[in-house]
């Protein structure tokens, strides 16, 4: 239930019509670096799942909004945020203090280009995502449609370190495992988590295990095919052109919300 007229008493500024105040209701800690964090859903917001808000904090005349892609699926009756901790950030500075009973703001349109609508049809889908990119494929991936559409959802991540793919390794699991959701999954997740400061994944980012197939021999799947696989890419700036690159280089062509394509990207936030 939304929390606007309780949320709306404890901010020091009134509330714009065109922004929803919500209240956290839970706030995990995965490194000095990463965190998550749930709140209250107003009743009356829809989203696809892929999409992103623009949020902020109720801590100043004009807040600060930043765009964070929803961790959520459509179906969650709240909304889940998966956020790097920046020293000094204008948001993150504050947002990654916030605690259980706090207030978040969050304007009402969501948007974004990580939607199954981007996409013509197929039978794989690939999930391309580094650090705080995997959010959107959080969504992706608790999605029934997702497993309707695709007869494999391979989702990778790639971090600095082992600890900062924790968030990852949890939502695969917690998703298998799910009692609504491990009906429609199956065996069609597949995820592929690589540190490229520690272990055998070592200076390897994800270009580098699509390019000498240790991606594809790891999950014991078959390399990437433009006439049968589908793509979305989540993440910095450097690994979201490299991807881009591969992908062109075999036959890919970028999709958006009016002309599908074989691969999506997004680039309203890189880290």
């Given at each position: 239930?939304?929390?606007?007229?309780?949320?709306?008493?404890?901010?020091?500024?009134?509330?714009?019509?065109?922004?929803?105040?919500?209240?956290?209701?839970?706030v995990?800690?995965?490194?000095d670096?990463?965190?998550?964090?749930?709140?209250?859903?107003?009743?009356?917001?829809?989203?696809?799942?892929?999409?992103?808000?623009?949020?902020?904090?109720?801590?100043?005349?004009?807040?600060?909004?930043?765009?964070?892609?929803?961790?959520?699926?459509?179906?969650?009756?709240?909304?889940?945020?998966?956020?790097?901790?920046?020293?000094?950030?204008?948001?993150?500075?504050?947002?990654?203090?916030?605690?259980?009973?706090?207030?978040?703001?969050?304007?009402?349109?969501?948007?974004?280009?990580?939607?199954?609508?981007?996409?013509?049809?197929?039978?794989?889908?690939?999930?391309?995502?580094?650090?705080?990119?995997?959010?959107?494929?959080?969504?992706?991936?608790?999605?029934?449609?997702?497993?309707?559409?695709?007869?494999?959802?391979?989702?990778?991540?790639?971090?600095?370190?082992?600890?900062e793919?924790?968030?990852?390794?949890?939502?695969?699991?917690?998703?298998?495992?799910?009692?609504?959701?491990?009906?429609?999954?199956?065996?069609?997740?597949?995820?592929?988590?690589?540190?490229?400061?520690?272990?055998?994944?070592?200076?390897?980012?994800?270009?580098?295990?699509?390019?000498?197939?240790?991606?594809?021999?790891?999950?014991?799947?078959?390399?990437?095919?433009?006439?049968?696989?589908?793509?979305?890419?989540?993440?910095?700036?450097?690994?979201?052109?490299?991807?881009?690159?591969?992908l062109?280089?075999?036959?890919?062509?970028?999709?958006?919300?009016?002309?599908?394509?074989?691969?999506?990207?997004?680039?309203?936030?890189?880290d």
């Open positions: 239930m939304s929390s606007v007229a309780t949320s709306e008493a404890n901010t020091a500024f009134p509330i714009p019509a065109n922004v929803f105040a919500e209240t956290v209701t839970a995990k800690h995965y490194t670096r990463l965190f998550s964090f749930r709140m209250t859903r107003p009743q009356s917001f829809r989203f696809r799942s892929g999409e992103f808000v623009m949020i902020g904090l109720p801590n100043a005349e004009k807040p600060v909004y930043r765009a964070y892609s929803i961790a959520s699926p459509a179906w969650d009756e709240e909304l889940e945020f998966f956020s790097i901790k920046v020293p000094g950030g204008p948001l993150t500075e504050h947002l990654q203090k916030i605690k259980v009973g706090d207030t978040v703001l969050m304007r009402k349109k969501p948007t974004g280009t990580l939607v199954h609508d981007a996409l013509i049809p197929g039978k794989r889908l690939f999930l391309f995502s580094t650090g705080t990119g995997i959010a959107p494929f959080a969504s992706v991936i608790r999605d029934p449609e997702t497993y309707e559409k695709f007869d494999q959802v391979i989702l990778t991540q790639t971090c600095r370190e082992n600890a793919l924790n968030y990852g390794r949890e939502l695969v699991e917690n998703t298998k495992n799910d009692e609504l959701m491990s009906e429609f999954v199956g065996d069609k997740l597949h995820f592929h988590a690589s540190a490229t400061r520690e272990g055998e994944t070592r200076g390897h980012r994800v270009t580098t295990l699509i390019e000498n197939g240790k991606l594809f021999t790891d999950l014991a799947i078959e390399p990437l095919n433009p006439e049968t696989d589908r793509a979305m890419i989540c993440g910095s700036m450097a690994m979201l052109r490299e991807i881009e690159g591969l062109q280089a075999r036959g890919f062509e970028e999709g958006a919300n009016n002309k599908p394509g074989t691969y999506v990207v997004e680039r309203a936030f890189v």
